[in-house]
């Protein structure tokens, strides 16, 4: 869906005309040799949603952010951030995103201090500005008393939140992640999880690409679901769950070898010591399960509604897993 968006002008105002949606993608398409990476890709966001690229390796989520960065073009389609073409204004627009790549981009014989130094002048900021955003970023982080030590010293994680603190210095409007958690330790992933949070709470939208659905459900109020190119589905997390994610039933009762027949039942999977029986028609099918419980006396374990999962709405929108 394409929203409108306010008239583009050369100055970018945030305080005294916010601008509602700030991210319009229409038809990217983009080959790489033979191969297609992007068929065609078309979404719009607005100010402050912490939105969700989730989809397996090789699906196009990081070609997208590189066109959406500016690294890359599209062979067709348009981008327009903050109202603006990027294709016309990518200076202008550049100066309100924050981009993490995938591959860490740090200099590991220089201390963090000065790798976020030199990362700061690269995106403008200067003198005392400059100083006083390093120990921002850095208390931020966490990584404040490792401030002079040298990034070859770093462990992947601190590396990544260094990363992650050198995108931050000139306070982006919109901050895009691309996998900032592949491959570090657990500490540092919650402390990324947590900075993401609190910026998204201060009001940056963030993009955050991942093949990991567990952190796009604690992360991201928007998903869409990308593979081969294209974005299958779209939209906010609860909204996906009620259209795509299946109804179902999970029954465990002692002894029961064979489950009778059941109308209105779509299929049935042994889970656990139990079964999981998908239904269109939950009340009518729980109402049976009763009436069945109650006239052969059945001893019921659990007897409970499961709630949609995402990867259940990922295999309904692909037909395939999520797999690493
Ligand atoms: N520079 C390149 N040259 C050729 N093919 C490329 C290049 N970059 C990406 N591709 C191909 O384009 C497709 C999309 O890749 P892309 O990196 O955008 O996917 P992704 O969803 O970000 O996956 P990953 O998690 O592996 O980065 C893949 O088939 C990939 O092999």
């Known amino acids: 869906m394409i929203e409108t968006t ?15 949606t700030i991210l319009e993608v229409s038809h ?16 719009s966001l607005k100010a402050g949603t912490s939105f969700g690229f989730l989809g397996p390796n090789g699906a196009g989520k990081s070609t997208t952010m590189k066109i959406l960065t500016g690294i890359i073009k599209a062979d067709s389609g348009s981008v327009k951030l903050f109202g603006q073409e990027l294709t016309t204004d990518a200076d202008a627009v550049s100066k309100y995103i924050g981009y993490v790549p995938q591959e860490i981009t740090l200099y590991e014989k220089l201390s963090a201090y000065d790798n976020l130094e030199f990362f700061g002048q690269t995106y403008g900021v ?14 931020q982080t966490g990584l404040l008393d490792r401030a002079k030590d040298e990034i070859s010293t770093f ?8 990363n992650i603190a050198a995108a931050l210095l000139h306070r982006p409007k919109l901050l895009i992640l691309d996998e900032p958690t592949v ?29 990991y659905m567990e952190e796009v459900e ?12 294209m974005i299958k589905a779209m939209g906010p997390l609860g909204e996906l769950l009620d259209r795509y994610g299946d109804n179902a039933i999970y029954l465990e009762v002692n002894g029961l070898q064979e489950l009778p027949p059941l109308e209105h039942v779509t299929s049935t999977r042994k889970e656990g010591s139990g079964w999981v029986l998908e239904t269109e028609r939950m009340n009518s099918v729980m109402q049976h399960l009763l009436q069945l419980a109650s006239t052969h006396s059945w001893d019921v374990k659990q007897l409970t509604v499961v709630r949609p999962s995402l990867e259940h709405v990922f295999l309904r929108v692909t037909g395939t897993q999520l797999r690493d």
């Open 6 to 20: 306010p008239k583009a002008s050369s100055t970018l105002q945030f305080a005294s005309a916010p601008i509602e």
């Open 28 to 43: 990217l398409r983009k080959t790489y040799a033979k191969k297609q990476a992007l068929q065609d890709v078309t979404f």
């Open 126 to 139: 200067r003198g005392k500005e400059l100083k006083q955003r390093i120990q921002e970023v850095l208390t």
């Open 155 to 162: 462990s992947g994680g601190m590396k990544r939140r260094i």
């Open 183 to 211: 491959g570090i330790d657990p500490q540092s992933r919650n402390h990324i999880f947590e900075m993401i949070r609190e910026l998204n709470r201060e009001g940056v939208t963030i993009i955050y690409s991942t093949h």
């Open 218 to 229: 604690v992360l991201c109020d928007e998903v869409a679901i990308m593979d081969q190119g």
